[in-house]
């Protein structure tokens, strides 16, 4: 009888024994959400650190492709101050490809002289280019080329069509002409009459540095040619494909061996000291940028650079 009494268990001692076992039971519950928490943090640290990586690869990928167009437009105006004529780069917006550090690089250049210098252009000559790239009627043409004539020039005379102070104030306008040159050629977007979808069609063949009064051929775009005296479409297509056989030459006779339809020889137009580049780059991996940067040759005493930055513009192409 005091075995079996040994060995049987009173209430209480059951109770503490259920006690036990709920609180084995609770430390499992929590133990097993700890380790699903742990597991989720460990996750989501992963997936940061994942995250990061791949953004600074990215930004790694990025700035080396940005250095990559500086070296294009840094090889450019080594090539534009070439001794060798032969190899010497031409400005007239064909393409040179080259390898750099692993970067497919394409570099463009254009001489200002090629393009329609807002300070300068005969007023009928803006008309044209007006009528052909914006594809306005011939009136409208040239009230907008009367307006620009407006904008730059020293006095407050009305040109025929064009727009002074008082036509700006009848257009709710709250500034008025310049009346000076063009600073920039952006400044264009103020004169009356300009949209910014002609400006972005224009803005490419314009410039206020060339200082002439009529685009030098051997550097100008097609859209620029067909404003010339005596061009047309034809003609335009097959000055540029004989432009672009010639082999390149030395600067400023880029045009050697042709002649506008009125006879006169291109090669004796000379060429510009200023220059527009556009570099692009592209890595193996795929990241790529570009650059459009105005450069004017000559040493900076200053600096001391063989050339200086006259307008930058990044991440743009055309």
């Not at 940005?66 to 190899?87: F, I, K, S, V």
């Not at 479409?233 to 010639?246: H, N, T, W």
């Given at each position: 009888m005091s075995s079996v009494h040994r060995t049987s268990s009173t209430p209480r001692t059951v109770q503490a024994r259920h006690r036990r076992s709920r609180q084995r039971g609770v430390a499992l519950v929590l133990v097993l959400w700890v380790s699903v928490l742990i597991t989720v943090l460990l996750a989501s640290?992963?997936?940061?650190?994942?995250?990061?990586?791949?953004?600074?690869?990215?930004?790694?990928?990025?700035?080396?492709?940005?250095?990559?167009?500086?070296?294009?437009?840094?090889?450019?105006?080594?090539?534009?101050?070439?001794?060798?004529?032969?190899?010497?780069?031409?400005?007239?917006?064909?393409?040179?490809?080259?390898?750099f550090e692993g970067a497919e690089i394409e570099v463009q250049l254009y001489d200002e002289t090629g393009k329609v210098d807002l300070n300068v252009t005969d007023p009928l000559l803006l008309a044209a280019l007006f009528e052909i790239v914006g594809k306005l009627q011939k009136p409208a043409a040239e009230a907008l080329a009367a307006a620009v004539v407006d904008w730059r020039d020293p006095d407050?005379?009305?040109?025929?069509?064009?727009?002074?102070?008082?036509?700006?104030?009848?257009?709710?306008?709250?500034?008025?002409?310049?009346?000076?040159?063009?600073?920039?050629?952006?400044?264009?977007?103020?004169?009356?009459?300009?949209?910014?979808?002609?400006?972005?069609?224009?803005?490419?063949?314009?410039?206020?540095?060339?200082?002439?009064?009529?685009?030098?051929?051997?550097?100008?775009?097609?859209?620029?040619?067909?404003?010339?005296?005596?061009?047309?479409?034809?003609?335009?297509?097959?000055?540029?494909?004989?432009?672009?056989?010639?082999?390149?030459?030395?600067?400023?006779?880029?045009?050697?061996?042709?002649?506008?339809?009125?006879?006169?020889?291109?090669?004796?137009?000379?060429?510009?000291?200023?220059?527009?580049?556009?570099?692009r780059a592209q890595l193996p991996g795929g990241a790529k940028t570009s650059l459009e940067a105005t450069i004017r040759l000559g040493a900076s005493m200053v600096a001391r650079r063989p050339f200086r930055i006259v307008r930058w513009r990044d991440g743009e192409s055309r």
């Open positions: 640290f992963s997936l940061s650190a994942r995250v990061e990586a791949l953004q600074g690869r990215n930004l790694l990928d990025s700035t080396r492709a940005r250095y990559a167009a500086e070296a294009g437009l840094h090889r450019a105006a080594y090539e534009l101050r070439g001794n060798n004529p032969d190899t010497r780069w031409v400005a007239d917006g064909r393409v040179y490809p080259f390898e407050d005379l009305l040109t025929l069509n064009g727009a002074e102070a008082d036509q700006y104030k009848s257009e709710g306008r709250k500034y008025k002409p310049r009346n000076a040159p063009f600073e920039t050629v952006s400044e264009l977007q103020q004169v009356l009459g300009m949209s910014f979808e002609l400006y972005r069609e224009l803005e490419p063949l314009l410039t206020i540095y060339s200082g002439r009064a009529q685009p030098n051929p051997a550097f100008a775009a097609p859209e620029v040619l067909q404003i010339l005296p005596g061009m047309n479409p034809d003609l335009v297509q097959l000055f540029v494909r004989q432009r672009e056989a010639i082999a390149p030459g030395p600067a400023g006779a880029a045009g050697a061996g042709l002649a506008l339809p009125d006879g006169t020889p291109v090669v004796a137009q000379g060429g510009g000291l200023t220059y527009t580049i556009r570099s």
